[in-house]
Nanobody, 119 residues
């Protein structure tokens, strides 16, 4: 059984910062790509940032220069540092990871954590 557990969401004023963390646990052989997506009310889920096991990173254009994704391969964790937050960043943020267990690779999702940017 594999689980992704997120933490770090909350309420922050515009211009503020938050750090999201996600840890994968269970019968894991290897964690490949890891990432963060978000879904605002009434909108489709969108990929915010993704990082490969080797460290190649992609960002959604609207968060470039403000958000930083990082991972620890030894601990199977991925973080998202969010700076200069804007009201339009308000959404439920989901961690996801491509995880290999018992010879099978599968994409897993966390339960989501709410980020609200408001004054």
């Amino acid at each position: 059984q594999v689980q992704l557990v997120e933490s770090g969401g909350g309420l922050v004023q515009p211009g503020g910062s938050l750090k999201l963390s996600c840890a994968a646990s269970g019968s894991i052989s290897r964690v490949n790509d890891m990432g963060w997506s978000r879904q605002a009310p009434g909108k489709q889920r969108e990929l915010v940032a993704q990082i490969t096991r080797g460290g190649t990173i992609n960002y959604l254009d609207s968060v470039k220069g403000r958000f930083t994704i990082s991972r620890d391969n030894a601990k199977n964790t991925v973080d998202l540092q969010m700076n200069s937050l804007k009201p339009e960043d308000t959404a439920v943020y989901y961690c996801n990871a491509d995880i290999r267990t018992l010879g099978i690779s599968q994409n897993y999702w966390g339960q989501g954590t709410q980020v609200t940017v408001s004054s």
